[in-house]
């Protein structure tokens, strides 16, 4: 499994941006995709995850009602809409894959990752 992350750059505070996560290798169809952020410092932190054939997403709440996971199944393709964004929102973010059903909240779930996109919210 490949996974291409793209979309990041700078933006001022309040404003958004749309990143992108390519796969290839494989068919998605049982699996689980998510986003997670490292700032410098920093664990790496959950920000949204969906199951690439289902209706559900989670959130945590930091950036809940603000950033919107999404799929295109034709492209192999996942989505993360960022609005709103804050300084605190600084970080590089990684798309991952999960294959197995452990919780959706931790990257030790997750056995695929890409290679990261640096988003930098200026204030």
């Known amino acids: 499994v490949q996974l291409q992350a793209s979309g990041g750059g700078l933006v001022q505070a309040g404003g958004s941006l749309r990143l992108s996560c390519a796969a290839s290798g494989r068919t998605f169809s049982n699996y689980r995709m998510g986003w997670f952020r490292q700032a410098p410092g920093k664990e790496r932190e959950f920000v949204a995850a969906m199951w690439w054939r289902g209706d559900g997403t989670y959130y945590p709440n930091s950036v809940k009602g603000r950033f919107t996971i999404s799929r295109d199944n034709a492209k192999n393709t996942v989505y993360l809409q960022m609005n709103s964004l804050k300084p605190e929102d600084t970080a590089v973010y990684y798309c991952?894959?999960?294959?197995?059903?452990?919780?959706?909240?931790?990257?030790?779930?997750?056995?695929?990752w890409g290679q990261g996109t640096q988003v930098t919210v200026s204030s």
């Open positions: 991952a894959v999960s294959t197995s059903y452990g919780d959706y909240d931790q990257p030790t779930t997750y056995s695929y």
